[in-house]
């Protein structure tokens, strides 16, 4: 659209279970949600300084079997709402099905979507207008650090209080 083309704005990458919810496996339902500490403040604070918010997930859970991309779909509306209800918003999740040891015939394969691939990110170029120099990644896995690496973008492994780091970040 107009706006995201001609409005670049730097951009926080992050990885989702074990940065903004707590990594409990396959995490696809209200009930297996938990929020980490001051992830609401810490989007809240993102937006406030004019930067996007976007989520790179893993979703192997869908190549596995274990979810079907329709329940994903609806537990990602859910998860988005939960950010709106707080007067915080995230602008988009990229996420990867694909697993090369899944059981779901179309989403078993190796795939460049799946970080440690770059292919969201990628994707979120194409997307929005972003300005790389200011943005950065937070993930919790070395496999995040590698996808944000490839394309250019600072990358850190998050720290337990997510919402002093962000502020060093983006001073």
Known sequence: SFL???FPKPCAFLDRDGVINKELGYVCSQIRTQWKKNIFKTIKYLNDNNYRVL?????????KGYYSLKGYNKYTDWFHDQF????SFIDQ???SPFHP???IKKYKKRSNLR????GMIIKAFKDWE????????????HTDIIAGRKSGIK?????NNILSQVKKLIK
Not at 55 to 62: K, P, R
Not at 115 to 118: A, H, R, S, W
Not at 130 to 141: A, E, M, N
Request: hydrophobic share 30%; aromatic share 10%; proline share 2%.
């Open 84 to 87: 709106l209800n707080k007067g």
């Open 155 to 159: 990358s850190y492994l998050v720290e």
């Open 101 to 103: 040891n899944g059981k």
């Open 130 to 141: 972003i300005q790389k120099r200011k943005s950065f990644l937070i993930g919790d896995k």
């Open 55 to 63: 989520i790179l997930t893993n979703q192997a859970g869908i190549a």
């Open 93 to 95: 999740t990229y996420f």
């Open 115 to 118: 970080k440690p691939g770059n």
């Open 4 to 6: 995201k083309k001609n």
